[in-house]
């Protein structure tokens, strides 16, 4: 697709909302306004999930959601982007659930309720899936807040695949295709200083990624 000029709406959390960067400016969707011509809209909550808590944080804006976040949003969108689903695995209650969940309180059901929302919501976008990038402790089985997990990120990663392939959704599977790995003591560094969430450089990375998926939309 033609990136210039095309309306792009990226929902998601504190990456999308920019935590790790200095310069607002160069957060990855924004780099895609300032060099490409795209007009961007980012509504990113810092903390947030997919599913919905079934305990309220100790942060309130940690259980705003995706799906409860659409109906306060106004732009229009020729392609919307979804980047979600690192908070539901590092600090959210609810359960994984089955594939035929229809619910906000599992995973599964809640990303089959937000990507049907998003389709009602801009019928005539495209849409298209974001997984997590790595983060460096992304194999602890208990979370900031305690609750135990038998899943790892690579888990949800997985699951999101697998519902946005059922809901024939394309994926930019940036788990494995991006090169920002904390795990490795030299990229924490030089790219997610804090473990989590990329810096300019980082985002930088992010970018040309998503750059390229976008054109081949």
Not at 67 to 88: F, T, Y
Request: glycine share 8%.
């Amino acid at each position: 697709m033609e990136i210039s000029g095309a309306r792009l709406v990226f929902l998601g959390d504190s990456i999308v909302e920019g935590a790790g960067v200095q310069d607002k400016e160069k957060i990855f969707w924004k780099l895609l306004s300032a060099r490409d011509g795209a007009k961007t809209y980012g509504n990113g909550v810092g903390g947030s999930r997919i599913a919905r808590q079934r305990k309220a944080s100790p942060e309130p804006a940690y259980d705003r959601y995706l799906r409860s976040r659409l109906p306060g949003i106004k732009e229009e969108a020729d392609v919307v982007v979804i980047c979600s689903g690192l908070n539901d695995y590092g600090h959210g209650d609810a359960p994984i659930g089955e594939m035929e969940d229809r619910t906000d309180d599992t995973f599964y059901g809640a990303l089959h309720l937000l990507y049907r929302d998003v389709r009602q919501k801009w019928p005539t976008a495209k849409i298209l899936v974001m997984t997590p990038i790595h983060t460096e402790h992304e194999h602890d089985k208990v979370t900031m807040y305690g609750h135990r997990k038998s899943e790892c990120l690579e888990d949800y990663v997985r699951i999101i695949q697998e519902v946005a392939s059922d809901c024939s959704l394309p994926v930019l599977d940036m788990y494995h295709q991006c090169p920002l790995d904390p795990r490795d003591p030299e990229l924490k560094e030089k790219y997610t200083p804090d473990g989590v969430h990329p810096n300019e450089d980082g985002n930088e990375i992010m970018y040309r990624i998503v750059r390229q998926a976008l054109k081949e939309l």
